[in-house]
């Protein structure tokens, strides 16, 4: 498992950008899938976007794939989740966390999570 420490919530209004950032530990950051996940107040967690251990291929919720890019640093141990134009139902917790599992989109599958950081979109 790895430890994972996300950064870079906030609130913005609708219409803006924000970048989160998830720093993790450990030597074999590489060899993670990496994903990002958000909960909404009285909603389920729900998967937003996962990124393959090489950086080679990106996989996003269809709410999300045309706003929201997944990006990673394998020689600085972060993943990045770059949002543009943030509406209000994006509004959440959102979380980083860690699976040896490629493609998945599944929390179950997912070992190691941040604490979660908080994004509030104003109308």
């Known amino acids: 498992q790895v430890q994972l420490v996300e950064s870079g919530g906030g609130l913005v209004q609708a219409g803006a950008s924000l970048t989160l950032s998830c720093v993790a530990s450990?030597?074999?950051?590489?060899?993670?899938?990496m994903g990002w996940f958000r909960q909404a107040p009285g909603k389920e967690r729900e998967f937003v976007a996962g990124?393959?251990?090489?950086?080679?291929?990106?996989y996003l919720a269809d709410s999300v794939k045309d706003r929201f890019t997944i990006s990673r640093d394998n020689a600085k141990n972060t993943v990045s989740l770059q949002m543009n134009t943030l509406k209000p139902e994006d509004t959440a917790v959102y979380y980083c966390?860690?699976?040896?599992?490629?493609?998945?989109?599944?929390?179950?599958?997912?070992?190691?999570w941040g604490q979660g950081t908080q994004v509030t979109v104003s109308s």
């Open positions: 450990g030597r074999t950051f590489s060899t993670y899938t």
């Open positions: 990124i393959r251990g090489s950086g080679s291929f990106t």
């Open positions: 966390a860690a699976t040896t599992l490629f493609g998945s989109r599944s929390e179950k599958d997912f070992g190691s």
